[in-house]
T-cell receptor
Framework: SQQGEEDPQALSIQEGENATMNCSYK?????LQWYRQNSGRGLVHLIL?????REKHSGRLRVTLDTSKKSSSLLITASRAADTASYFC?????????FGKGTTLSVSS | DTAVSQTPKYLVTQMGNDKSIKCEQN?????MYWYKQDSKKFLKIMFS???????INETVPNRFSPKSPDKAHLNLHINSLELGDSAVYFC????????????FGSGTRLTVV
């Protein structure tokens, strides 16, 4: 069953701009993770945020988690053409990761 | 060194055939998974094994049978292939659940004709 729902479905920006993607989910979770998938490739783990954390940073990535609203956001700062990919949130509720439908990000130079 | 490797990368076969996809991880992880990604990029969990033991078996037709000969390998066998089985199948592994991200293989694109 689907847990996460990303918003927007697609996002087009210019290089240097920031990209924000949102994820909403339905049930209690242990942690929430974000993944990137380049076209025709496997998923790559970006960042994990635990249910007792509110914000986490990794390089140009910033993730927030609001468990009261059951939502998370991924911010990519100073986007590059190489950031063009699909981004998925995934929730860990104790079994296997449940993925959302993803946001397709296109960064043009 | 490839952390999670899947073979084959592409698989084209006729309806009714039986095929297998192999997966191996060299990360020392205890848990392995099979996911199916459809044409709309939706990823759905199919199976999960922890140290050779089946722990998740989602609503998947029993034509799909996973096999884990050891904790580094998780293979997927599919009997009587149907057109609707066409998808990309991903193998993944993880450390103890809740303590790290998953490492995914590069996927096997299965096309049933």
């Amino acid at each position: 069953s689907q847990q996460g729902e990303e918003d927007p479905q697609a996002l087009s920006i210019q290089e240097g701009e920031n990209a924000t993607m949102n994820c909403s989910y339905k049930t209690s979770i242990n942690n929430l993770q974000w993944y990137r998938q380049n076209s025709g490739r496997g998923l790559v783990h970006l960042i994990l945020i635990r249910s007792n954390e509110r914000e986490k940073h990794s390089g140009r990535l910033r993730v927030t988690l609001d468990t009261s609203k059951k939502s998370s956001s991924l911010l990519i700062t100073a986007s590059r053409a190489a950031d063009t990919a699909s981004y998925f949130c995934a929730t860990d509720a104790g079994t296997a990761l449940i993925f959302g439908k993803g946001t397709t990000l296109s960064v043009s130079s | 060194d490839t952390a999670v490797s899947q073979t084959p990368k592409y698989l084209v076969t006729q309806m009714g055939n039986d095929k297998s996809i192999k997966c191996e991880q060299n990360l020392g992880h205890d848990t392995m998974y099979w996911y199916k990604q459809d044409s709309k990029k939706f990823l759905k969990i199919m199976f999960s094994y922890n140290n050779k033991e089946l722990i998740i078996n989602e609503t998947v037709p029993n034509r799909f049978s996973p096999k884990s000969p050891d904790k580094a390998h998780l293979n997927l066998h599919i009997n009587s292939l149907e057109l609707g089985d066409s998808a990309v199948y991903f193998c993944a592994s993880s450390p103890e659940r809740g303590y790290g991200g998953y490492t995914f293989g590069s996927g096997t694109r299965l096309t049933v004709v």
